[in-house]
């Protein structure tokens, strides 16, 4: 894959403390957020061709917490959400997930999460990162969330808590993000968890033409305005559980908004 | 003050002598090897720490500051003799210690106390467990040594006990655990990995040490310098060549072929970070590095004719 030019431009103009090496004190470099983000933003562009809406709710600078639905598959939602922020904002951010562990420990994965700045998803790297003022992705649903199947897409599973008490504690405002097209890019119709214990993953998806390589279906996302909320992050599980459902149903508002938008954009007068 | 520094011949050790001396102390020194051209007036007593000969050095000198740089790692010793120098030589340091009325003891140990793992954060800041130490049981007796002398902090209150968890030198030296990594002209790394390192120019480290002898801190404390760097800029920028092996091969090659010997376990630490958070240090003792990483790189070649 070519290095483009253009995305070397933004990834210059990304507001990260890198030394001379182009390394940042995490060990994101340059050369590597270059041809990553090359790659992603043909993807982007080109493949599944992500159409965003309301990027500009995405505070220009400062901590933030991108919180979004997993829409099927693996994660291709995180990769263009990543794609997005580099691409849309100005001047570009670069967005930090919180990986699955075994990203880590895979060999060439261990190495361009390392180097890209998707860390794996412990509570340190999301607090510590937060108050470094970066970007932080988080898919509250989990590996349960990519693992949904294809008549599961616009469902919700299970929020996890932590994202919520940690906003509270770091004062972070929370981005909502609903994102659709995912499982149409990998329509799983069943995971195979034996498979992917042999290859060191979670599961491996299945489709309906066998092997789970991407169809070039049109994604969509949605970006609502911050959400702040007050507190510690220590308050009783009950207040979080509502805070958290408070995010879960604006991320269900963001979906239907973004398959309306999709429809639109697919099969005008069709259903999707 | 008078300061006796424990492991005075090693590398690192030679350094702190001279610079504790250069700023007015008095220094002794203690090691099993000797030091030939040891300046003069640091007066160094050829004996092991855990030997009755040592005791008398503290009985008679009565230092007040005692540092405990004695400790080795997998590279140096192996198997029971390690476990005995480090986790016996510590005990006894500060047997002694206690015995002959010495006011501060600073352990100086290593950053690898946090262990390397897919799953350990980056950042390792003091109050945090070691991680790994099962897929690395070379390293435990070097994470005892820590832990006895860090609960010489409530079992001795009226000593002032220091532990500082020092990150990889590089310097000239050229000794050191980075250091022998980086010995040849081709480096092996394991094939996509490619772990942060952090790593404080020798001169830097020593004055950390000294720092932290002078200004009689208390507690635990991680001392590092610059950002780390990945280990591949520091192959190429020392002027070497990285030559990434698939890691079921390096397992192999490992002892053969000009392989270095490391124990499987020190695959984990060339494929997974150890980085530490030594803001507190830097907070409690004003320290600063003075030579960043890449100077420090450039330096590194220069010092190793690359």
């Known amino acids: 894959m070519a290095r483009d030019d253009s995305v070397r431009d933004l990834v210059n103009r990304l507001e990260l403390p890198f030394n001379a090496l182009g390394v940042d004190p995490y060990g994101i470099s340059k050369k590597h957020l270059v041809v990553g983000f090359s790659l992603l933003g043909w993807f982007y562009r080109n493949y599944f061709r992500v159409h965003a809406v309301g990027a500009e709710n995405v505070p220009q600078r400062g901590r933030a917490m991108l919180v979004g639905n997993h829409s099927g598959g693996y994660a291709i939602d995180g990769a263009m959400v990543l794609a997005s922020m580099m691409l849309e904002l100005d001047p570009p951010r670069l967005a930090q997930g919180m990986a699955e562990k075994f990203i880590n420990q895979l060999p060439v994965g261990s190495l361009w999460s390392s180097r890209t700045g998707q860390f794996t998803g412990l509570p340190e790297h999301a607090e510590r990162l937060l108050q470094d003022d970066r970007l932080l992705m988080v898919f509250p649903e989990g590996a349960r969330g990519t693992a949904k199947l294809y008549k599961e897409r616009y469902s919700l599973v299970d929020f996890g808590t932590g994202f919520m008490r940690l906003a509270l504690k770091t004062k972070t405002p929370i981005v909502p993000l609903g994102f659709v097209g995912g499982a149409d890019a990998v329509p799983t119709v069943m995971n195979s968890y034996t498979l992917g214990k042999l290859v060191g993953v979670p599961y491996v998806p299945v489709t309906p033409y066998g092997v789970a390589l991407p169809l070039p279906a049109p994604c969509e996302v949605h970006y609502g305005v911050p959400m702040t909320f007050e507190g510690t992050g220590d308050e009783e599980d009950s207040i979080i559980k509502a805070y958290v459902e408070q995010v879960k149903q604006r991320i269900a508002q963001l979906i239907d908004e973004a398959r309306k938008a999709r429809r639109a954009r697919v099969k005008p007068g069709g259903a999707s | ?306």
């Open chain 2, 1 to 306: 003050m008078r300061v006796l520094i424990a492991g005075i011949s090693g590398a690192l050790a030679r350094q702190v002598a001279m610079l504790l001396k250069s700023r007015g102390h008095e220094v002794l020194g203690l090691d099993r090897r000797p030091w030939r051209d040891a300046p003069e007036g640091i007066e160094v007593f050829e004996t092991d720490v855990r030997k009755r000969a040592a005791e008398d050095v503290f009985r008679t000198r009565k230092p007040e500051c005692v540092v405990h740089m004695a400790t080795v790692n997998a590279l140096t010793a192996g198997g029971d003799e390690r476990a005995r120098i480090n986790v016996g030589g510590t005990k006894s340091l500060f047997e002694h210690a206690v015995n002959h009325g010495v006011k501060h003891v600073v352990f100086v140990g290593r950053h690898t106390y946090y262990g390397a793992s897919a799953d350990s954060p980056l950042y390792h800041t003091e109050d945090e467990p070691p991680h790994g130490i099962g897929s690395f049981p070379e390293l435990a007796d070097l994470v005892a040594a820590d832990l006895y002398a860090a609960n010489a902090l409530w079992r001795e209150p009226k000593l002032v006990t220091t532990v500082l968890r020092l990150v990889y030198t590089l310097g000239p030296s050229q000794q050191g655990t980075l250091a022998s990594f980086l010995r040849g002209k081709r480096v092996p790394m394991v094939l996509g990995y490619d772990p942060l390192f952090q790593f404080l120019f020798e001169s830097d480290a020593a004055r950390a040490i000294a720092l932290s002898v002078e200004q009689r801190v208390k507690g635990i404390y991680n001392v590092s310098g610059p950002n780390p760097v990945p280990l591949r800029l520091i192959v190429e920028h020392t002027g070497r060549t990285a030559v990434p092996v698939p890691e079921p091969l390096l397992r192999g090659l490992l002892g053969r072929l000009g392989f270095p010997r490391l124990p499987p376990g020190a695959l984990e630490h060339i494929k997974f970070p150890i980085v530490v958070d030594g803001k507190a240090f830097k907070r409690a003792t004003g320290f600063a590095h003075e030579v960043d990483e890449v100077e420090c790189l450039q330096r590194y070649r220069l010092l190793t004719g690359r």
